[in-house]
């Protein structure tokens, strides 16, 4: 049970931020205490409001405070000594670069952007469960972009077969396009645990790249 929470723990996502603050990408819990241990990052937290620097090691401390007075406010990562709380947010001490500006073109990204859906019955399916149609397809010079994919069901991926939808009688639920900030931060701000991460993603940098 306990090797259950701290693999739960450590799937949590952070938001990284340049030296300027700025949001630059998203990275696991391990990643983001490697960079903390190695002094390269320091912690951002949101506390009544504001926002609250520390470096790894008074991070730790604040994290016993918080572990005897707020256990449930976070996700802690538990060693033999002591209790860690997981940081929303890290901020890179040295590192100056802007975000990245496009949204990647791949599967995860499709699927968050069709919100798991397939785009000719409107059913929600796990992703396991849906595949990527050329509306055009292949066979008719289609190509593979942001305008021409979309998730689609096995049942109406086999309905339609190598055809348009116009010849297959199919009517797309939407007209796909190339997001403009990346979809996958919508799912994320969806989630209460990473209500602090509004702040830094203003529309200026809504393409924050996931590694």
């Given at each position: 049970?306990?090797?259950?929470?701290?693999?739960?723990?450590?799937?949590?996502?952070?938001?990284?931020?340049?030296?300027?603050y700025?949001?630059?990408r998203?990275?696991?819990?391990?990643r983001?205490?490697?960079?903390?241990?190695?002094?390269?990052?320091?912690?951002?937290?949101?506390?009544?409001?504001?926002?609250?620097?520390?470096?790894?090691?008074?991070?730790?401390?604040?994290s016993?405070?918080?572990?005897?007075?707020?256990?449930?406010g976070?996700?802690?990562?538990?060693t033999?000594n002591?209790?860690?709380?997981?940081?929303?947010?890290?901020?890179?001490?040295?590192?100056?670069?802007?975000?990245?500006?496009?949204?990647?073109?791949?599967?995860?990204?499709?699927?968050?952007r069709?919100?798991?859906?397939?785009?000719?019955?409107?059913?929600r399916?796990?992703?396991?469960?849906?595949?990527?149609?050329?509306?055009v397809?292949?066979?008719?010079?289609?190509?593979?972009?942001?305008?021409?994919?979309?998730?689609?069901?096995?049942?109406?991926?086999?309905?339609?077969?190598?055809?348009?939808p116009?010849?297959?009688?199919?009517?797309?639920?939407?007209?796909p396009?190339?997001?403009?900030?990346?979809?996958?931060?919508?799912?994320?701000?969806?989630?209460e645990r990473?209500?602090?991460?509004k702040?830094?993603?203003?529309?200026?940098?809504?393409?924050?790249?996931?590694?």
């Open positions: 049970m306990i090797a259950g929470r701290l693999q739960s723990a450590l799937d949590c996502n952070v938001l990284v931020l340049n030296r300027h700025m949001a630059i998203i990275v696991g819990a391990r983001a205490f490697s960079l903390l241990c190695r002094e390269l990052a320091e912690v951002v937290s949101l506390e009544e409001g504001s926002y609250s620097n520390y470096d790894f090691e008074s991070w730790c401390e604040l016993q405070l918080r572990r005897e007075f707020e256990p449930d976070h996700d802690w990562v538990s033999v002591f209790h860690i709380a997981v940081p929303r947010i890290i901020r890179l001490l040295f590192y100056d670069r802007l975000p990245r500006t496009e949204v990647k073109f791949n599967r995860r990204n499709i699927f968050a069709d919100k798991n859906s397939c785009q000719y019955c409107g059913k399916f796990p992703t396991s469960e849906l595949s990527l149609d050329h509306v397809p292949r066979s008719m010079g289609g190509a593979a972009t942001w305008t021409n994919i979309v998730c689609a069901c096995a049942k109406c991926n086999v309905r339609k077969g190598g055809r348009t116009k010849q297959a009688g199919m009517k797309l639920i939407q007209k396009v190339r997001p403009k900030h990346n979809p996958l931060v919508h799912i994320h701000l969806g989630h990473y209500h602090s991460w702040q830094f993603l203003d529309h200026a940098y809504w393409s924050v790249e996931l590694k």
